[in-house]
């Protein structure tokens, strides 16, 4: 009964204005819908790295082997599980993978590949990874958007989503435009909740994303527009693992797959960059890569001579091109209230011992953190802005919980809805 009211209702709204609009849309399922009454306040989510979907549309004029495919109709290139299983990841790497200019400083598709990001504005894109495996380790927000939605969420009007290429930095992500795609969207589902200020939530690199967003913006923008911003597990100052995949690849857990099947395409990423552990926090920390020659630090020596010695052409210069151009590594304050929630006491892979060349697998030493990102790094955004006089920062620890199962973390998810359920 309750809802064939809410379809009643609904026929009356667009009887009366036959040429409505998104916000008009909007407007009616907040009407006509009891459990989106207002008291679920706009949410807005930027994922991490890996968790938006792309799509690739191919036609190479080569390939790198024979059983790869040269053309095809728009498919999706990640994440698809069965790609990454030998030897079909070997096409993938190839198409996935970005070209630097190094004369423009530009990132492009491999040739012959055209991609895109689907379903800007709403969760879709990344609620699981495999879109076609909807079940375990698949699901990256489903859990979390479900529970927003038990709670009064309304998808598309309440509960929207940012996904971007997570390969490209935010400068140059949707080709340059999505700060402007994000200030739209923001805008829009500002208006759409009728003048209610929207809370940002982020993921992982997401949390890097954002705040280089809220650092683009006017500060009277970011008071009309913004309530508060949520970081979850944000990398606020690199990874080990940051470190690894420039040095040997790192095949991320994926069974017979080495990381030097995957170095080349994770060094092409512009986003690789970001993850790299930053001098600022962790220069004095002492070493992350040790070899029988040398130790190296996350000092700007250290790194360069550590990528020279990986064979990295142009990575350190490729690093300070985006460290200059986000100015991520000075982590400057994002002018909102900020409640950062993140896991610790899981083992984080933190130094990496290479006792036979970086084309080998290393010894991994474990510290503290997420399981992903160190806590010295978790902890990073707080120490520098807990004491800010101006804005409000609030830091919740939650033990045992990893980078990504804090997502479905009752005690997270908890706390999450008690912001936005208001």
């Known amino acids: ?72 109709d728009w498919y999706t290139l990640w994440l698809s599980v069965t790609q990454l299983l030998p030897p079909a990841i ?62 009064g969420g309304v998808r598309n009007v309440t509960v929207r989503g940012s996904p971007y290429d997570f390969r490209r930095a935010p400068t140059s992500a949707y080709d340059g435009a999505w700060a402007a795609k994000m200030t739209q969207l923001v805008e829009e589902t500002y208006a759409m909740n009728n003048g209610t200020q929207v809370t940002l939530m982020s993921h992982s690199m997401g949390c890097l ?12 923008w970011k008071a009309k527009y913004v309530r508060r911003w949520v970081p979850t597990a944000g990398v606020f100052a690199g990874a080990g693992t940051g470190i690894k995949q420039l040095v040997s690849g790192s ?33 004095d920390a002492g070493w992350f890569v040790s070899t029988p020659a040398r130790n190296y630090t996350a000092r700007a020596g250290d ?42 006491g899981v083992a984080t892979p933190t130094q990496f011992v290479y006792p036979a060349g970086f084309d080998a697998e290393p010894t991994t030493i474990n510290g503290d953190g997420d399981g992903t990102v160190p806590l010295r790094s978790l902890a990073a955004a707080g120490g520098k802005w807990a004491n800010a006089s101006s804005f409000r920062f ?20 908890t706390q999450l809805l008690a912001l936005l359920v208001e």
């Open 251 to 283: 095949n991320e857990g994926i069974p017979g797959v080495k990381g030097l099947t995957v170095r080349d395409e994770q060094r092409s990423y512009e986003s690789s960059m970001m993850l790299v552990p930053s001098e600022a926090v962790w220069g």
């Open 1 to 72: 009964k309750a809802t064939v009211s809410v379809l009643n209702c609904l026929r009356v709204w667009v009887e009366r204005m036959m040429h409505s609009h998104v916000l008009f849309c909007a407007a009616a399922v907040l009407a006509c819908s009891g459990s989106a009454s207002g008291a679920f306040a706009p949410v807005v989510i930027v994922p991490g790295t890996g968790g938006s979907r792309l799509e690739a549309k191919l036609d190479k004029p080569s390939v790198p082997h024979f059983y790869c495919s040269r053309k095809s």
């Open 209 to 220: 994303y954002t705040l280089w967003f809220l650092n683009q913006k006017a500060q009277a």
């Open 394 to 413: 609030t830091a919740h620890e939650f033990p045992k919980a990893s980078h990504g199962g804090i997502l479905k973390d009752e005690g997270y998810i």
């Open 303 to 344: 790194l360069h001579d550590l990528l020279d010695a990986a064979g990295f052409d142009d990575g350190y210069l490729r690093y300070q091109l985006v460290a200059n151009r986000t100015r991520l590594p000075e982590l400057t304050h994002p002018g909102v209230d900020v409640v950062h929630m993140y896991g610790t």
């Open 90 to 151: 070997n096409c993938w790497v190839d198409n996935i993978k970005l070209l630097w200019d190094k004369g423009t400083d530009t990132y492009t598709n491999n040739v012959g590949v055209t991609t895109r990001v689907p379903g800007w504005g709403s969760t879709e894109g990344f609620e699981y990874l495999d879109p076609a495996l909807k079940a375990g380790q698949s699901d990256y927000f489903h859990t979390l958007v479900e529970r927003m939605v038990a709670a």
